[in-house]
Structures are given as C-alpha cells and as structure tokens.
C-alpha cells in the first residue's frame, strides 16, 4: 500500500477514535479539511467509508457492480442517504481531500476503489482497515 494512503486512513481511524476527545493536533492530512468543513462534517463524511472498507468483501448491504465498470469492484451503494445528505457531506469531504482521491473514486451514485488501484490493492486496503479500525457499539435503550 502506498504510504500516502496508508497515512490518510490512519488519519481517519485516528478521528473516528479519538472523536469525543476534540484534539486533532496528531491529525496533518485532514488538519485543512477539518478547519475548512468543521470536525463534525468530517466526522459523519468518513464514518460511511470507513466501514464499507472494512466489509467491503463481506458484501452485506453493498455489491459487487459487475456491470458498471466490466471489472469486479465493491462499490457501496445507497449512497444517496436520506435527502442525499449522505453524498453531499461526502462529496464535500471528497472535494476538499486531495488524499483520499488516491484510492477512492466518487460517482453520483457509488464511491468505488481508485480503477489504478490493483485487486492487491484493494485487498491489502480492506485488511488494513479490518486490522486497525476498532468497532463500537452503537446501542439505544428504550424505556
């Protein structure tokens, strides 16, 4: 994996963890994206890709598009979120991230893997978000 992507997803994993907290000091990639678009914004954009990277190969709510691109890639899918609110704060993230267009396209409907990228690449991309991404819980108790 290229160092500049591997850098940009430690970033990502580091704010999705390190969110309550509100200290970005040890963030230097998305330290420009955070103060243009705002923590919060940033927050909720990455929280989407970050876990279709790490079930990308499950494929559970997304697909594989064969008939999109004539290559087997995983794309998530419904995008557009409720009123595309969903692909707007991404597309805002995306636009403003120069490094994150290293291995992720945005389409109108579908964010997919960088078509540069090889099947080895988007392999060693899931299992590193697999392996370093830490999962919470996110629970309601109703009374």
């Known amino acids: 994996m290229k160092t500049e992507i ?9 704010l999705r963890s390190n969110w ?9 990639l998305l330290r420009k994206v955070i103060s243009d678009l705002g923590a919060k914004e940033v927050y909720f954009s990455v929280g989407p890709l970050l876990s279709w ?5 499950i494929l559970d ?16 899918t419904k995008f557009k979120g409720i009123n595309g609110k969903l692909h707007d704060r991404t597309s805002k993230f995306y636009n403003n991230c120069s490094e994150i267009q ?3 396209d945005l389409h109108e409907d579908k964010v997919s893997f960088n ?29």
């Open 6 to 14: 591997k850098k940009i997803i430690d970033e990502i994993i580091y």
């Open 20 to 28: 309550r907290s509100q200290n970005f000091d040890d963030l230097l």
């Open 53 to 57: 990277l790490s079930r990308a190969d």
């Open 61 to 76: 709510e997304y697909e594989v598009d064969k008939d999109y691109n004539a290559t087997n890639n995983y794309y998530l």
């Open 102 to 104: 290293l291995f992720l």
């Open 115 to 143: 078509k540069e990228l090889t099947e080895d690449d988007k392999k060693e991309i899931i299992d590193y978000v697999k392996e370093n991404r830490s999962e919470r819980a996110h629970y309601r108790i109703r009374i």
